[in-house]
């Protein structure tokens, strides 16, 4: 299991623009990728294999109405680009909560491998409890 508090990410509306007609990752989404390749490459993280599980705390930085949504593309991107994992189709949950503010905003991100479930049995990465 792998936990990192990062900065706070940028919107899904705020990640990508448009640039002589190619849609590319805005100043804001390349600034917040560096960060996040430098803290898991001071942290010697290394790419994390098969099925991942990644439970995602969001502290935003003001009182906006924001979506928790918004967020994930950029973080898991950042995620992928740090080699916390080789590609973020590894990623088979994803359980993002958004917590109290905190100036300044940021990410608490807990990462952990998923078992694969008998046939025809799906389980809770977290709890590991089946339902069907």
């Known amino acids: 299991m792998l936990t990192l508090e990062l900065p706070y990410p940028p919107s899904i509306n705020h990640y990508f623009r448009n640039f002589r007609g190619r849609t590319v990752i805005s100043a ?14 001071d942290a010697g993280v ?24 918004n967020v994930q593309k950029a973080l898991l991107d950042a995620l992928q680009h740090g080699g916390a994992f080789f590609d973020d189709s590894q990623v088979v949950w994803l ?38």
């Open 46 to 69: 290394q790419p994390v294999s098969g099925r991942l599980a990644v439970c995602v705390d969001i502290f935003p930085p003001d009182h906006r109405r924001r979506d928790v949504d």
């Open 28 to 41: 804001a989404g390349r600034a917040f990728r560096q960060e996040v390749c430098r803290q898991l490459h």
């Open 95 to 132: 359980l993002t909560q958004k917590a109290q503010v905190i100036p300044g905003g940021k990410a608490v991100v807990e990462i952990r491998p998923v078992g694969v479930a008998a046939p025809g049995r799906a389980g809770c990465a977290l709890c590991g409890r089946y339902w069907n």
